[in-house]
């Protein structure tokens, strides 16, 4: 993951700064301090922060952490009464204020949003059934579709430190355009139908309402076979397509008792404890899809899976991922395709993403290192995901 603000790069899987193509020499806490205040520059770095995070929290005097601010301020090229990137509020804290955006240096033709990444758009279309549902677009270039997943908010996700990495990584390319699913985020969520069929047709709708002719597919997690049964539904509309976390079937239909009895608990569990205000249900979740991840990730995917969907819906959308089985449409799959999955996902096997893979003719498998479902900030799974769906995509 490369972080871009002005004409500087911090490259944080080389740890490197440069700026204007030259190297700059940094200290290793320096260059640590400096990857937390951007990692965390949407909100105030307090001196606690910084001791538990940069200094594993070993004992820090006052004068050796004003030493470091002012050692990652020179270095790039800021200074304590400049304060033009790195802001102090005095007897509070620290936050990095600088513009984050593309190599280039910033995101073409629109203004960006305080995380860095380009201010969205969110729209509106209505399903065959009448089920309004919400798709937004965001960045410039040709497009890239993301099929919705499980637990999706436009919002909440655009401003997440979870999808951030992600995101940012795709949209220096693309127009990315995603969407809701039915039940979720800010489609609707009072309704009939939440069935696999009901998942293709919303896709088909957003679509079509977005006026795309021909693009890429995204798929991640379930949302690998809504992107499966959709190129094959319509071989000539989708210009490639790009598989990650997912499988061809799901747990119910894998034929083992351990995922029976998985999934069974896990449905209780939602039933019982996921609209409560107290997290520990939902952490269950987290834990599993995430168990990498830092504190802060943590407590926002705890949140977006209350503000995401209501417990009810969470259990039908959860019944229904169970049940999909799109393994024979597999072969028929007629499009250049990318299948990434984790090694040791805990959500979703390896084994999901290798089968995917082996039954769709000509399709390029490419393993991740990690154990994160969800793909993190600053882990090295993300920065091998975003470019090599870049090199994938690109003309």
Known sequence: MSFYFENQALDVSRRELSRGGETIQVEPKVFDLLVYLIENRERLVTKDDLIAHVWEGRIVSDSALTSAINAARKAIGDSGRDQRLIRTSSRKGFRFVGAIGSPAGTYAGTATTTSGLPEQRI????????????????????????????????????????????????????????????????????IERIDFEAFITDLETVVDAAGLERFPLL????????????????????????????????????????????????????????????????????????????????????????????????????????????SGLLPKVAVPTLVLHVRDDAAQPFANGREMAAEIPGARFVPLEGRNHVPLEGEPALARLVDEVRAFLAP
């Open 219 to 326: 798929g991640i997690s379930q949302g690998c076979a809504v992107a499966i049964a959709y190129a094959v539904r319509h071989p000539g509309r989708v210009s490639h397509l790009v598989l990650y976390g997912g499988f061809a079937r799901g747990r119910r239909r894998r034929l083992t008792n351990r995922e029976d009895v998985q999934s069974d608990a896990l449905e209780v569990l939602m039933r019982q404890g996921w609209g409560q205000e107290n997290p520990a249900f939902r952490q269950i979740f987290t834990s599993l899809f995430m168990p990498g991840a830092n504190p802060e990730q943590m407590q926002w995917f705890n949140d977006l899976q209350r503000k995401s969907t209501s417990p009810e819906n969470a259990v039908r959308i959860r019944h229904t991922v169970d049940e999909i089985d799109v």
């Open 123 to 190: 729209y509106f279309c209505r399903s065959a059934d009448g089920v309004r549902l919400a798709y937004a677009r965001v960045g410039s270039g040709p497009p890239l579709v993301k099929t919705a997943n499980w637990m999706n908010h436009l919002e909440y996700d655009w401003k997440s430190p979870v999808w951030h990495g992600l995101f940012a990584g795709l949209v220096r390319d693309h127009t990315l355009v995603r969407y809701d699913a039915r039940g979720n985020g800010l489609s609707d969520w009072d």
